[in-house]
């Protein structure tokens, strides 16, 4: 399964983005959708995830309140929205699609595929 995300960009300090992950030919049906993000010399950090069947959400909580995620059922697409955007924001995020229990959807190894990632820039 090949992943794409897009939507990242270069933004000043309180703009949004919406990131956008997409699976082009395949359904997300049977699997959870992540969003991570990663910055230089640090690990992997989870966002959110969506659970396709069922549309169960969650948010980490270092982002709760500025991130949220959806899906476009039509479109076969999972969203990461992000508000009020701030420089520590800045990394490169990647979506990630995976069959983990709930209980483990922060856990970067559960995912089996992963998305080439999309450079978010936030300046002040």
């Known amino acids: 399964v090949q992943l794409q995300a897009s939507g990242g960009g270069s933004v000043q300090a309180g703009d949004s983005l919406r990131l956008s992950c997409t699976a082009p030919g395949h359904s997300f049906s049977n699997y959870i959708v992540g969003w991570f993000r990663q910055t230089p010399g640090k690990e992997r950090e989870f966002l959110a995830a969506l659970r396709w069947l069922g549309g169960n959400q969650g948010v980490s909580d270092a982002v709760k309140g500025r991130f949220t995620i959806s899906r476009d059922i039509s479109k076969m697409t999972v969203y990461l929205q992000m508000n009020n955007l701030r420089p520590d924001d800045t990394a490169v995020y990647y979506c990630?699609?995976?069959?983990?229990?709930?209980?483990?959807?922060?856990?970067?190894?559960?995912?089996?595929?992963w998305g080439p990632g999309t450079q978010v820039t936030v300046s002040s």
């Open positions: 990630a699609v995976g069959s983990p229990p709930w209980g483990r959807r922060q856990d970067t190894t559960s995912y089996y595929y």
